[in-house]
């Protein structure tokens, strides 16, 4: 009887596997899913580059939501992997899920029509929508109204935030310089783990991005790549 339970538990086990690989992969990456739509200069949500660069450039551009949602800010490194695909353009990203106040950020919102709409009702800084859930973009994080196929949506947490508002008050000094690839979670789809945790595709960019505190690693190796972002605030190149 206990042999038979066992096998009846790992079929279990495969089948959830194929289940979640199966969602996975019908899961839509951005809306449009068209990642050259994105990176045509004509639909850059900030001077420097796509929404998938994930570009902070000041506190009001992150909106405050309290839906469910994945945290994917300190995914990178075992045990919370972020692992490059074939084309390198996708991390699959393993990612903690809560329920509690979030944040969006304005500039990363990985739906064309809902980003116009968060745009045209908070301002492209965000400073219009900084009540919880007054931003458009809080009403799309579940059930795959962000982007078809997704269960849950990246964002940040109370505490990922306040260590952005810490690094943008410090300066770069308190962050880690980095240049290369990481996943730009912010906004990225995302179906549910057997275990509770979120898996999460995330674009990839490739360019300048900045880790805190300091003494992080840029460079994970072994296909790994950080989850992080860029702000030209803390990009010590442009700094007097």
Same mark, same amino acid.
């Given at each position: 009887?206990?042999?038979?339970?066992?096998?009846?538990?790992?079929?279990?086990?495969?089948?959830?596997?194929?289940?979640?690989?199966?969602?996975?992969?019908?899961?839509?990456?951005?809306?449009?899913?068209?990642?050259?739509?994105?990176?045509?200069?004509?639909?850059?949500?900030?001077?420097?580059?796509?929404?998938?660069?994930?570009?902070?450039?000041?506190?009001?551009?992150?909106?405050?939501?309290?839906?469910?949602?994945? %945290?994917?800010?300190?995914?990178?490194?075992?045990?919370?992997?972020?692992?490059?695909?074939?084309?390198?353009?996708?991390?699959?990203?393993?990612?903690?899920?809560?329920?509690?106040?979030?944040?969006?950020?304005?500039?990363?919102?990985?739906?064309?029509?809902?980003?116009?709409?968060?745009?045209?009702?908070?301002?492209?800084?965000?400073?219009?929508?900084?009540?919880?859930?007054?931003?458009?973009?809080?009403?799309?994080?579940?059930?795959?109204?962000?982007?078809?196929?997704?269960?849950?949506?990246?964002?940040?947490?109370?505490?990922?935030?306040?260590?952005?508002?810490?690094?943008?008050?410090?300066?770069?000094?308190?962050?880690?310089?980095?240049?290369?690839?990481?996943?730009?979670?912010?906004?990225?789809?995302?179906?549910?783990?057997?275990?509770?945790?979120?898996?999460?595709?995330?674009?990839?960019?490739?360019?300048?991005?900045?880790?805190?505190?300091?003494?992080?690693?840029?460079?994970?190796?072994?296909?790994?790549?950080?989850?992080?972002?860029?702000?030209?605030?803390?990009?010590?190149?442009? %700094?007097?």
């Amino acid at each position: 009887m206990k042999t038979g339970l066992i096998k009846a538990g790992v079929v279990l086990g495969v089948i959830w596997s194929c289940m979640v690989g199966a969602a996975f992969a019908q899961q839509a990456n951005l809306s449009p899913n068209n990642i050259e739509f994105w990176e045509n200069s004509e639909h850059w949500t900030t001077n420097f580059g796509p929404a998938f660069r994930d570009t902070i450039q000041g506190v009001s551009y992150f909106l405050p939501c309290t839906e469910q949602f994945a %945290l994917c800010f300190h995914s990178g490194a075992a045990p919370d992997t972020c692992t490059l695909n074939s084309s390198g353009r996708f991390a699959k990203c393993i990612c903690t899920v809560e329920t509690a106040t979030n944040y969006v950020l304005i500039s990363a919102i990985l739906n064309w029509n809902v980003y116009q709409q968060t745009v045209a009702a908070c301002g492209i800084d965000g400073s219009g929508c900084q009540q919880p859930d007054s931003a458009p973009v809080c009403q799309y994080l579940t059930k795959g109204k962000l982007l078809p196929g997704a269960k849950v949506i990246s964002t940040f947490d109370v505490t990922s935030f306040a260590a952005i508002v810490e690094a943008l008050h410090d300066g770069s000094a308190g962050t880690t310089q980095c240049n290369g690839a990481y996943a730009a979670c912010m906004t990225a789809g995302c179906t549910f783990q057997k275990d509770g945790t979120a898996l999460c595709k995330c674009p990839v960019f490739h360019g300048k991005f900045q880790l805190v505190p300091t003494g992080q690693q840029c460079d994970l190796g072994d296909n790994l790549v950080p989850s992080a972002g860029y702000s030209p605030l803390l990009d010590s190149s442009l %700094l007097p």
